[in-house]
């Protein structure tokens, strides 16, 4: 089973920007979807992107789109989220999964959770 840690997350200013990380030990890696999640405070989990194991497709959530970017690095077992732009609305705990079939914007879909890293963005 895939085990995920997520780092990269800090506290930024509107507009800012940052890159997310996420690690992953196992060997089935290289073969999922992947997904970044983020969970605002009292809020419900929400999908914010995916990519294929080949990375020839991804998907973002709407208010995204434009301004984060997710890619994969399968030799180094690691995914990425470049964040552009950011805005107060993006503060969050952004989480990794690995989707074992289904819906990608289901977080029940989704095994290998870490502990999350805090995204804060300032006004």
């Known amino acids: 089973q895939v085990q995920l840690v997520e780092s990269g997350g800090g506290l930024v200013q509107a507009g800012g920007s940052l890159t997310l990380s996420c690690a992953a030990s196992?060997?089935?890696?290289?073969?999922?979807?992947v997904s970044w999640f983020r969970q605002p405070p009292g809020k419900e989990r929400e999908f914010v992107a995916g990519?294929?194991?080949?990375?020839?497709?991804?998907d973002y959530l709407n208010s995204v789109k434009g301004r984060f970017t997710i890619s994969r690095d399968n030799n180094k077992n690691t995914m990425f989220l470049q964040m552009n732009s950011l805005k107060p609305e993006d503060t969050a705990v952004y989480y990794c999964?690995?989707?074992?079939?289904?819906?990608?914007?289901?977080?029940?879909?989704?095994?290998?959770w870490g502990q999350g890293t805090q995204v804060t963005v300032s006004s």
């Open positions: 990519i294929t194991a080949d990375s020839t497709y991804a």
């Open positions: 196992g060997r089935t890696f290289s073969r999922a979807t």
């Open positions: 999964g690995t989707l074992r079939g289904g819906s990608w914007e289901a977080p029940n879909n989704y095994d290998g």
